[in-house]
């Protein structure tokens, strides 16, 4: 079958680093993708991810180990703005994204 | 540009009634496709279209139905709505659909309450 798990909810502080982990298995791998989501708004586009390795894009960088169905999304000198749900997505064989529940984080100042 | 529209924002709605969501992208995208978000499950597909006269089902398209009669719109309809179908439905787009990836695009959603 397929899976994709994230904690539920993370807490961090204003200002801290914070990884946000994804375990997947799937039917086939086409890539990786992060959201970003806050209440009541639509997912937005954060990274993706289909060859092993870090990709950073400011702020936000994601990991991704294939042979582990292993990825984190590290996010830097964290704002009150990234108090949102981040959701793991895989594309699978069919060219379909499969989600996670979303892992909720929240920022305290 | 406005993206993708969706209408209408909410709605409360009998069961055993028909409904129509709308959905509409500027982008010129192939494809399209149409999510539910319910608390605590990811987003799960519901049906979706690779290009303008082709649509599929995906992972939960009972009671759902869809058609693409153009590329930018994408109308899903609850032909009787039952209580289960109470969610928020997201459209997406995406430039390439079933034979590429590409990142995907999302309307900002349609709470829907079926009693």
């Known amino acids: 079958g397929q899976n994709i798990d994230q904690p539920t909810e993370m807490t961090a502080t204003e200002g801290a680093i914070v990884q946000i982990n994804c375990t997947y298995q799937?039917?086939?791998?086409?890539?990786l993708f992060w959201y970003q989501q806050h209440a009541g708004e639509a997912p937005t586009f954060l990274s993706y991810?289909?060859l092993d390795g870090l990709e950073e894009k400011g702020r936000f960088s994601s990991f991704l180990s294939r042979s582990k169905g292993y990825s984190y999304l590290l996010l830097k000198e964290l704002q009150m703005k990234d108090s949102a749900s981040y959701l793991c997505a895989i594309m699978d064989s069919n060219y379909q994204l499969i989600w996670g529940a979303g892992t909720k984080l929240i920022i305290k100042p | 540009i406005a993206g993708i529209t969706q209408a209408p924002t909410s709605q409360i709605l009998a069961a055993g009634r028909r409904m129509t969501l709308r959905c509409t992208q500027d982008?010129?995208?192939?494809?399209m496709y149409w999510y539910r978000q319910d608390l605590g499950l990811g987003l799960r597909l519901i049906h979706y279209?690779?290009?303008?006269?082709?649509?599929g089902k995906g992972e939960v398209p009972d009671g759902y139905s869809v058609s693409r009669a153009n590329t930018d719109d994408f109308p899903l309809t609850l032909a009787s709505a039952v209580p289960s179908q109470t969610s928020v439905y997201f459209c997406?787009?995406?430039?390439?659909?079933?034979?590429?990836?590409?990142?995907?695009?999302f309307g900002p959603g349609t709470r829907l309450t079926v009693l």
């Open positions: 279209s690779n290009t303008a006269g082709t649509t």
């Open positions: 982008m010129r995208h192939n494809a």
């Open positions: 991810n289909v």
């Open positions: 799937t039917s086939g791998f086409n890539g």
């Open positions: 997406a787009s995406s430039h390439n659909g079933g034979g590429g990836t590409d990142t995907q695009y």
